[in-house]
Nanobody, 119 residues
Framework: VQLQASGGGLVQAGGSLRLSCAAS????????MGWYRQAPGKRRELVAA???????RIADSVKGRFTISWDNAKNTVYLQMSNLKPEDTAVYYC??????????????WGKGTQVTVSS
């Protein structure tokens, strides 16, 4: 499974961005996909995850501002980010898992995409 993330960039506080993660390869084996982020000097943390059935998990820090969705036809997962804050600045990574689980990291990672929110 290969994951290609895109959509990062520089945005002002209060703005919006949409990240995309396109999966290729043995995509039928993927049951859960998610987005993680890592800010400088901090641990990588879950932002949002979604199963192929549509169940989701959203981190408390972004709840109400971020949404995750899965377009099965395009094999792509999106992270819609609104009302961005400077503390959302991080490298965002796409993740995929062969299990139905919103509480563990899968074994597949895409390259990160930088999101920078200016105040």
């Amino acid at each position: 499974v290969q994951l290609q993330a895109s959509g990062g960039g520089l945005v002002q506080a209060g703005g919006s961005l949409r990240l995309s993660c396109a999966a290729s390869g043995s995509i039928n084996s993927i049951k859960t996909m998610g987005w993680y982020r890592q800010a400088p000097g901090k641990r990588r943390e879950l932002v949002a995850a979604i199963t192929s059935y549509g169940s989701t998990r959203i981190a408390d820090s972004v709840k109400g501002r971020f949404t995750i969705s899965w377009d099965n036809a395009k094999n792509t997962v999106y992270l819609q980010m609104s009302n961005l804050k400077p503390e959302d600045t991080a490298v965002y990574y796409c993740n995929a898992d062969r299990m139905f689980s919103l509480y563990r990291q899968g074994g597949y990672w895409g390259k990160g995409t930088q999101v920078t929110v200016s105040s």
